[in-house]
């Protein structure tokens, strides 16, 4: 199996471990309320890449590297409970243990939540925690998506702006050509009329508010996300 070596930036997903933390509501309220000019599908696009934007920033500050901050917080924990068996255990140390566990269990907590949403395996109880496993799952995922080698006749292409190239070039071919269709009737001829006027005026009318509301909320909120990287939850949570 050919692997390419290519590194790109990791596109975003939101994660619904965010929704935990005092600051996302109204990280989220403050890019949402930003004036937009447009038509109604336009302004939602624009609106959620105002939030994508920020959710870019923010991740970096709060978080960071999830990895780092469980390694810090157990360090931190093991330092305290060290000062412990040399000095003994007294209210500030033991108020510093407290508080270093619980930095340690929040860390690992949001290590094994965002390993479970990339490896999106729902196959585990929610109080069951094997991050290791979730990791290896993600890993796979993210190793088969890219494509790192395709066929053109007997000619084997490897190089990624050559995949790149071809790839547009085939959808150029088949989509980017003149239409010349003719209405020729066939469609009237073949295909009845089902529908009746009322049916089809019932169909093409506007969508309920509560309409839309069950739609958003039949979605599954921990399947994979839309291309912009926003998911069920982050409809269903906002």
């Given amino acids: ?3 390419s070596v290519v590194r790109k930036a990791a596109s975003f997903k939101f994660f619904k471990t965010w929704t935990s933390h005092d600051e996302c509501r109204p990280l989220v309220l403050s890019s949402w309320q930003k004036p937009v000019i447009g038509s109604g599908m336009h302004k939602l696009q624009s609106k959620l890449l105002n939030v994508k934007n920020a959710f870019r920033v923010w991740n ?10 469980v390694k810090l917080a157990a360090a931190e924990f093991t330092r305290i409970q060290n000062l412990i068996d040399v000095s003994g255990l007294d209210s500030d140390l033991h108020t510093l243990e407290l508080q270093a566990q619980l930095t340690l269990t929040r860390a690992l907590n949001f290590e094994d939540q965002i390993w479970r949403e990339k490896a999106r395996n729902q196959s585990f109880i929610y109080g069951d925690r094997n991050t290791a496993y979730f990791h290896r799952i993600a890993r796979i995922k993210s190793a088969f998506k890219p494509i790192s080698m395709l066929h053109d ?5 490897t190089e990624p702006t050559t995949i790149e190239e071809h790839v547009l070039t085939y959808f150029q071919n088949i989509f980017g050509g003149v239409n010349n269709c003719v209405d020729n009737g066939l469609v009237a001829k073949v295909i009845p ?11 093409i009318a506007m969508p309920l508010f509560e309409d839309i509301k069950n739609a958003v ?14 998911g069920g ?6």
């Fill in 1 to 3: 199996m050919d692997i």
């Fill in 233 to 238: 939850h982050f409809f269903q949570h906002f």
């Fill in 193 to 203: 009329s089902l529908v009746s006027t009322e049916e089809n005026a019932a169909l």
């Fill in 153 to 157: 006749g007997n000619v084997r292409i």
């Fill in 60 to 69: 970096k500050l709060v978080f960071g590297n999830v990895q780092r901050q």
């Fill in 217 to 230: 909320f039949d979605m599954n909120a921990d399947g994979a996300p839309d291309p912009d990287g926003f």
